[in-house]
């Protein structure tokens, strides 16, 4: 059915399809779902414990056979700068008086969890099939010692540099993460997201660049994305926004509502949640204090900022000052089982990316390249 087989060969999935390991939003639920429609479930891990990383994998296991992914961060705890953040939450004192509540005295909790010591003892136990990075790699020896668990290792990308570096580490597929993805851009070489491209001229650039097969994501809603991205190169598509609406996914009340009524052209890349660039959908917060703001705590501090908030307008039955995550593709996010949106999407693309039309393209590709 698939032209290109080598994502699912490697990691023993029927359908070229990953679920997009969206912290906050998907958990074991969202995860068995995408798994029984063939694809390769995910368990984002930066903001849970040890001890719930076990008990949603003995959840995972114990519902479907399959392979797994555990998806991590590779951030570098900041330094502390406590001028910074004292400067960014006066900045914010006017929106805890409206809305009733103490300004904190400094930020307190990150919210995120790099991969470290602990992260990676815990994948020499539990020993899922495949592990995922965003931000880049660990240090060499942790990276090292998932690599000896026979676990494959991919991670994002959102350059070509990027991609050769993930390579060059060993790394066994990349994500080519265009600018429309929802959530926090994997970049890690550099700061400067103003000349990140698309998914559409990231994925061809980026299968020209390695030998590894190239797993597309960002922007991809509906069968007519995933056929052209597999036509560019890719050998399979990352999917997260398409299963927010999902009754699997842990999404908010408030998040759906804004996932229902968001307009197409209303996701925006900020940094104020959390001091990392991430696309989500307009709001007041970032309206007022955005989208980009140079004086937002480091990633990830500046989340304990507007957490408290967050709580206080949610209680309100208000998204403005939640992290409302979505990619460019949201209004092709529909409210259905994930089982379904999985199933139907894959069966509608294999119908249009016929293997002999790819491969007349990638001919094409393979001989400009030689000349």
């Not at 007519?224 to 050998?235: H, N, P, Q, W």
């Not at 696309?279 to 204090?289: D, K, M, P, V």
């Amino acid at each position: 059915m698939w032209h290109d087989t080598r994502i699912t060969g490697m990691l023993g999935i029927k359908k070229p399809l990953l679920l997009a390991p969206m912290a906050g939003s998907g958990g074991s639920a969202l995860a068995i779902a995408v798994m029984k429609a063939g694809g390769l479930g995910a368990l984002p891990c930066a903001m849970l414990s040890p001890d719930q990383i076990r008990q949603e994998v003995s959840t995972i296991r114990n519902a479907v056979d399959g392979p797994l992914n555990l998806n991590f961060f590779c951030h570098v705890e900041p330094e502390a700068d406590p001028a910074r953040e004292k400067s960014w939450l006066e900045k914010l004192s006017p929106y805890y008086h409206e809305l009733g509540i103490a300004p904190p005295s400094a930020i307190s909790g990150a919210g995120r969890n790099p991969f470290n010591e602990e992260a990676c003892a815990l994948v020499e136990e539990l020993r899922p099939e495949v592990v995922s990075f965003h931000f880049g790699l660990p240090v060499p020896d942790l990276l090292e010692r998932v690599f000896v668990t026979g676990a494959k290792v991919i991670a994002s990308a959102t350059t070509v540099a990027e991609a050769r570096e993930l390579e060059a580490h060993g790394c066994d597929a990349i994500i080519a993460q265009g600018v429309e993805a929802g959530g926090h851009r994997g970049i890690f070489l550099e700061s400067d997201i103003a000349s990140q491209p698309t998914t559409m001229a990231l994925v061809p650039q980026i299968v020209d660049a390695v030998s590894v097969p190239i797993i597309a994501a960002g922007g991809i809603g509906d069968a007519r994305a995933v056929a052209a991205t597999f036509a560019l190169g890719a050998s399979a598509v990352q999917l997260g926004t398409a299963f927010l609406r999902s009754p699997e996914a842990l999404t908010t009340k408030i998040h759906r509502r804004a996932l229902a009524e968001a307009k197409e052209d209303e996701t925006v890349l900020t940094n104020i949640f959390t001091g990392r660039p991430a696309r989500g959908i307009a709001n007041r917060a970032i309206a007022e204090l955005g989208p980009l703001a140079p004086d937002a705590p480091a990633f990830p501090r500046a989340t304990g900022a507007l957490t408290p908030l967050r709580k206080a307008a949610e209680d309100r039955d208000s998204g403005d000052f939640s992290p409302l995550w979505a990619g460019q593709a949201v209004a092709f996010a529909r409210e259905a089982p994930a089982e379904e949106i999985a199933g139907n999407l894959m069966k509608e693309a294999a119908q249009l990316a016929r293997p002999s039309l790819l491969g007349r393209i990638r001919s094409a590709s393979s001989a400009r390249l030689k000349s």
